[in-house]
């Protein structure tokens, strides 16, 4: 497993410094992941409901009876984007969820992806490299733990028959 003190020499070395541009935010072609975990700190934070903030995430496996299953959530989107992102500010900063906390970085298993970002390059102090390292491994073990939760969940439920059906960390809720 990658030590946080690797990861943060290797953001180091690639750069990084938001610029504040919002591309992450804008755009309807990419899709945030969201557990309900973050839907809930984004829920407190923001004092909306939790469909007014994520979606059942679109992409679907069909069941083979006429029903189909969907995994976890995604945040709600308008026509200019992340539906968050306004006058060049999240609205929803301090309970982001992990992907927005993280980007453009990512990890898939040891291996640092860098997503295409206008920041990518820029000097990064050791204290930023060090917090954005400490964030990548908080979101992975995030990531493991719901989709531990997911496995169970699937597990100990039967999918009923030709119903669309969303599973997530906290259960499986038909459509």
């Not at 504040?20 to 755009?27: A, I, L, S, V």
């Not at 970002?117 to 990064?124: A, Q, S």
């Amino acid at each position: 497993m990658m030590q946080r003190n690797e990861l943060a020499r290797r953001i180091r070395n690639i750069g990084f410094s938001c610029t504040r541009c919002g591309e992450c935010c804008r755009g309807t072609d990419n899709l945030v992941m969201v557990s309900p975990g973050e839907i809930e700190r984004m829920r407190k934070e923001t004092g909306l409901a939790a469909d007014s903030i994520a979606e059942p995430y679109p992409e679907r496996i069909e069941t083979g009876d006429g029903g189909s299953i969907t995994f976890e959530w995604a945040l709600r989107k308008n026509k200019a984007g992340c539906r968050f992102f306004s006058d060049g500010h999240c609205a929803s900063y301090a309970a982001r969820p992990w992907i927005c906390r993280t980007y453009p970085f990512m990890l898939e298993g040891e291996t640092l992806l860098v997503s295409d970002c206008p920041g990518t390059g820029k000097e990064i102090s050791r204290e930023e490299a060090w917090n954005l390292a400490g964030n990548l491994l908080q979101r992975r073990r995030a990531e493991q733990l719901e989709e531990e939760h997911v496995r169970s969940v699937l597990s100990a439920s039967e999918i009923p028959p030709g119903c669309r059906v969303l599973v997530d960390g906290r259960g499986m809720k038909v459509l």
